[in-house]
C-alpha cells in the first residue's frame, strides 16, 4: 500500500475527523440488527484514541435524498459504539454547524464524537467543496476508515481531502488495500477467481480483469445460463440476458485466446418454480428441459469446482452460484465456501452474499480476508480507481 496510514501520522492532542462506514441495518424501532460494520473499524478507532487523538467520526447511514431523516439517524451507532469501546461517545445532532464546531473543539484527548448522518444534507453526495470545507473546519487531520464508500466521490471522501492534509488511510481501509491489491498485483498462481450473480452485465470489467490474472475462472449463479445459451445449450426457463449474447460470445473467446479456463456448470439444480416450498431437481447435464429454471449448480459441477479450488495459491470469489437464500437452492454456494476456507491458498471473498455465504457455512474464520465493500471490492478488483483512495496522500 503506497497511501499514508494512520500510523504514520501525530495524532496526540490533534482533532482527527475519521470517515467511517456504519451504514448499519436498523429495524422498525431504530435498533441496530447487525453492528459488523461498527466492529471492523474498533481497531483504527481505538488506535487513534489510545494515540491521544481528539476523535470526530463522520458516517452516512441509509438513502435519506439529502434531507434529515429520523429513521436514518446515527444517534443508535453513538450508544451501541460507545457500548463496544467500553466509554463514551459523545453525539452531534449535525454533521456542520456552530453547535457541531463547539462539541468538535471542546474534546480532549482520548475523546469520541460521533456527527450525525452526512446525507442528510444533499452537498454529501454532491461532493461539494464548500460542504467539504464546512466539515474540515471541525478538524485538524483526516483519516479515511470507510472502504465500503471509498467507490464514491463525496464531499466526505473526495473534496475534504483538498482542506486537509495529510489525508491516511485507517487501518481497515489499509488491510483492504493490501489484501485486494496483492490479488491485482504478482498473485500467487495457480489464481483461480469464482464470479456468479445474476447479471453478466454487473461483472463484464471484473470478468475482463480477472482474464487478464487469473488462470481459472469458474461461473455460477443466473449469470452462467447467458453464457450457456450463448454456446447453444438449452436454458429452459433460467434468467438469461438476451441483450448480453453476444458479450458473452466474446468474453469466452477473449478467455481462450488468453489461455484461461472459463468453467461453465455441467449439471444444475433446477425447478419449475422459485420460493420456500419448491421442488428442486438434479438436471444432469449441461442442457435444462424447457418448463424448468436452474437455480443453483449441481453435484458435479461442485465437485470440479471444488478440485479447481483446492489446487489454488489465490483464490477471489464474488458472487453466489445460486439463489442461496432459499435452502434447497444454497447447497453450491455453501460448497464452495467449504471448498474455499479448506484451501492452502490466500482467499479473498466480497460482495454481499459471498460473505453471508461463508458466514452461513460457519467458515469466516477461515478465509484470508473477507472485505466489507461490496461496490467497493467490485470496482477494485475490476482495475478500476476509487476516488476516496486516490485522495489519500501518497507515502513519501
Known sequence: MNKLSIRDISLTGKRVLMRVDFNVPLDDAGSITDDTRIRATLPTIRYAVEHGARLILASHLGRPKGKPNPRMSLRPVATRLSELLGKPVQFAADCIGSEAEAQAKALKDGEVLLLENLRFHPEEEKNDREFAEKLASLT??????????????????????????????????????????????????PYVA????????????????????????LVGGAMAYTFLKAQGFEVGQSKVEDDKLDL??????????????????????????????????????????AELAGV???????????????????????GPMGIFEIPQFSHGTLAVARAVANASALSIVGGGDSVAAV?????????????????ASLEFLSGMKLPGVEALTERP
Open 140 to 189: 485538524e487531520l483526516y483519516v479515511n476508515d470507510a472502504f465500503g464508500a471509498a467507490h464514491r466521490a463525496h464531499a466526505s471522501t473526495e473534496a475534504i481531502t483538498h482542506f486537509l492534509h495529510p489525508a491516511g488511510a485507517g487501518l481497515l481501509m489499509e488491510r483492504e488495500l493490501e489484501y485486494l491489491g496483492k490479488a491485482i498485483e504478482n498473485p500467487a498462481h
Open 194 to 217: 469464482i464470479v456468479g450473480g445474476a447479471k453478466v452485465s454487473d461483472k463484464i470489467d471484473l470478468l475482463k480483469n480477472f482474464m487478464k490474472q487469473a488462470d481459472i475462472i
Open 248 to 289: 458473452a460470445k466474446e468474453l469466452l473467446q477473449e478467455a481462450a485466446r488468453r489461455k484461461v479456463a472459463l468453467k461453465l456448470p455441467k449439471d444444475h439444480v433446477a425447478t419449475s418454480k422459485i420460493g420456500p416450498d419448491a421442488k428442486a431437481e438434479v438436471v444432469a447435464s449441461a442442457k435444462i428441459p
Open 296 to 318: 443453483d449448480i449441481g453435484p458435479a459441477t461442485c465437485a470440479e469446482y471444488t478440485e479447481a479450488i483446492q489446487g489454488a495459491k489465490t483464490i477471489v470469489w464474488n
Open 359 to 375: 458466514t452461513q457455512a460457519g467458515v469466516a474464520d477461515k478465509i484470508t480476508h473477507i472485505s466489507t465493500g461490496g461496490g
